[in-house]
C-alpha cells in the first residue's frame, strides 16, 4: 500500500492538464481507499484536494469520478466519527438530482455500500443488508471484480455482525482465497483478519489464533505496522480465550502502539475495550477503570450500538470489581439495556434474510380434513333425524334406545367441532364463534379482535426430534395458550402448527395484552421430555375488527401481522 500511494502519487502530478479531471479524481479515489486502511485523516485530506477542483456540477464525462470520490470521503468521515458532516454528504449524494449517482450505475452502488457500512456499524441490520446486498447485485452485473469485492467483503463483516457466521465465514474464505490465488498479499492480510474475527465469533479459537497469525506475518512482510495493530486485536482474544491471559495483555498493549489513534481511532478504541477487559479478568480494575474513561467520550460518540455495550459491560465489571456496587448496577443496566436493543435488531434480521419468500402452507392435508369433517356433519344430520323420527315413532317402547342414540349424536356433535390432537375447537368451529363474534360486535357497537399464533421453525421441531413429540409440541402449546386467555375467549386450531383466538369485546390494546400474555406463557413453559425440556416459542398477528369487516378480512389481516412478526425475527407479537 505504502508503495502504491507512492506511485499514485505521481500519477496524480501528471494528471495537472486540461481534460484531465475525471483521471485526476480516479487517481483520488483509489488513494482516498488505500489510505481508509491506513490513516482515515489522510482519506479526507486527499478526497478534499481532489474536490476543491470542481468548480460546479463537472462535465457527464467526469462524473462517474466524481461521484465516487465522493462517496469514499463520505465512507472515511464516518469511520473517523464525524458523523454530523458524512450524514449531510451521504444525504446529498442519495437525493434524485443532477448532483447524485443515477440508479444502477457504479458511483451508485459505492454510494450505497457506504451507507450499508455505516448502518451495520450502528445496529440497523436490515436498512443495512439493503444497501450492501443491492450495492454488490448492481456491481456483480456490471463484472466490476475489484469493487465487487470490496463491496463482498463489507456485506460479509455485516453478516459477522448480525451473527449469521456460517455466511461471513464462507464469503471470507472465498475472497481469502481468491487473493492468495492472485498473489494479492495486502488483500489476503485483510481478508485474514477478517476469518479470524468470525472465527473468535463462532468460539473456534485456535483456528482464530492461526488466521491472525497469518495476517499479521502478511503484515510484517507488507511493512505494515497499522495491520500489525490490526492482527494483535484478534490474536490477544485468542490467547485470552486459550489460557494464557499475560501473553494477550501483552500483545493488546503492544497494539495500542502499533494502532495510531489518529489514523484509524475507530480500531484504536475497538482495541482499547479489549484491553480493558483484559485488565477487568487479571483484576486490575483500578486500570481497567481508567482506561474505559479515557474511552468513554470517542466511542459514545461514534453512535456503534455493539461498541457502547461492551463499553457498558467493561465498565460495569471495573466499578464492581473496586467494590463501587451502585455505580457498577446502572453500568450493568446501561448495558443490558443496550444488550436487548441489539438483540431485537438482530431478531430483525433473520426477517430481513428471509426477505418475502415466507409463504404459509396451505396443503392437500387440510383439505382432507375439511372434507372429512363436512361427511361427518352430514352424517350428524341423518343421524338426527333418524333419531327424533324413532323418537316419535316408538317413544313408550324405545325410550332407553332413543337416549342412546342422544349421546350418540352428542358424541358426534363434539367431534364435528373438536381438533383430534389437541382437543381444542376445530377450523370450522373457532371460526363460526369469530362470526357469532363480529356479529355482536356489529350489534352492540363493541370491540372485538382476532390472534393467529403459529409455532415458530415447527418443521425443524419435527425433523429433529420426530411427529410423536411434534405431536406433543402441539398439544401441550394449545394447553398453554388456552390458559392465557380471558374468560369467554376462544381458542382452535386451523390446522398444522397454527391457531386462532377469538376475543369478544377486546380493543387492541386488549388484544395485544391478551397476544403478549400467549407469547410469554410458551416462552416460559418448555416441554418437558426425556431429553430435558423442549423450549419453543411462537409468533403472534393481532387483527382488531372494524365496523364492515367480515371474518375473512379479519383472518386475512391476521394473517398479513403473524407474517409481519415472522419477518420481524419470530417470537414477537404484531399488529
Known sequence: PLRSLDALQLLRERSTGVGQLGQRWRIDEVACRVHSDLDNSQAIAVADAGLALATGLPAAADRPAWWRLRACRVGALLQAGQRAQGEAELGELLETTPEAPPAGSAAWAMVRLERGVDRTRRSDPVGAQEDLVSACEVLRQLQDRRD??????????????????????????????????????????????????VQAARG??????????????????????????????????ALARTGHLPQALARIELALRQIDREADGREHEAAGLLHAELLNE??????????????????????????????????????????????????????????????QRRLSEQAARMGKQFLRARDAQEMSVLRELADRERQLRQTQAVALALFGLLLSGLVVLALRKIRQVRRLQQLATTDELTGLLNRRAVLDHALQA??????????????????????????????????????????????????????????????????????????????????????????????????????????????????????????AALYRAKRAGRNVVAG
Open 282 to 343: 487479571s483484576a486490575r480494575h483500578a486500570e481497567a477503570l481508567a482506561r474505559i474513561e479515557d474511552l468513554r467520550q470517542p466511542i459514545l460518540q461514534r453512535g456503534e450500538q455493539t461498541m457502547q455495550q461492551q463499553w457498558h459491560q467493561a465498565h460495569a465489571v471495573a466499578l464492581a470489581g473496586l467494590g463501587r456496587w451502585r455505580d457498577a448496577y446502572e453500568a450493568r443496566t446501561h448495558a443490558e439495556r443496550s444488550a436487548a436493543e441489539m438483540h
Open 148 to 197: 465487487l469485492e470490496l463491496c463482498l467483503g463489507q456485506l460479509a463483516n455485516h453478516y459477522r455482525r448480525i451473527g449469521d457466521t456460517d455466511e461471513a465465514l464462507r464469503l471470507f474464505v472465498e475472497l481469502l482465497g481468491n487473493a492468495t490465488r492472485r498473489g494479492e498479499h495486502y488483500d489476503a492480510s485483510i481478508h485474514a483478519y477478517n476469518l479470524a474475527t
Open 438 to 559: 363480529v356479529a355482536q360486535a356489529e350489534r352492540k357497537a363493541q370491540s372485538m379482535a382476532l390472534l393467529m399464533v403459529d409455532i415458530d421453525h415447527f418443521k425443524r421441531i419435527n425433523d429433529e426430534h420426530g411427529h410423536p413429540v411434534g405431536d406433543a409440541v402441539l398439544q401441550h402449546a394449545g394447553q398453554v395458550l388456552q390458559s392465557a386467555l380471558r374468560a369467554g375467549d376462544h381458542l382452535g386450531r386451523l390446522g398444522g402448527e397454527e391457531f386462532v383466538a377469538v376475543l369478544s369485546d377486546a380493543d387492541e390494546k386488549d388484544a395485544r395484552r391478551v397476544a403478549e400474555r400467549m407469547r410469554q406463557a410458551i416462552l416460559d413453559s418448555p416441554l418437558p421430555a426425556d431429553g430435558g425440556p423442549l423450549l419453543f416459542t411462537t409468533s403472534v398477528g393481532v387483527a382488531t375488527w372494524q365496523p364492515g369487516d367480515t371474518v375473512q378480512q379479519l383472518v386475512e389481516r391476521s394473517d
Open 204 to 237: 473456534q479459537w485456535a483456528e482464530s489464533l492461526t488466521s491472525a497469525r497469518a495476517a499479521e506475518q502478511a503484515s510484517i512482510r507488507l511493512n505494515d505496522r497499522l495491520g500489525q495493530g490490526y492482527a494483535g486485536r484478534p490474536i490477544a482474544s
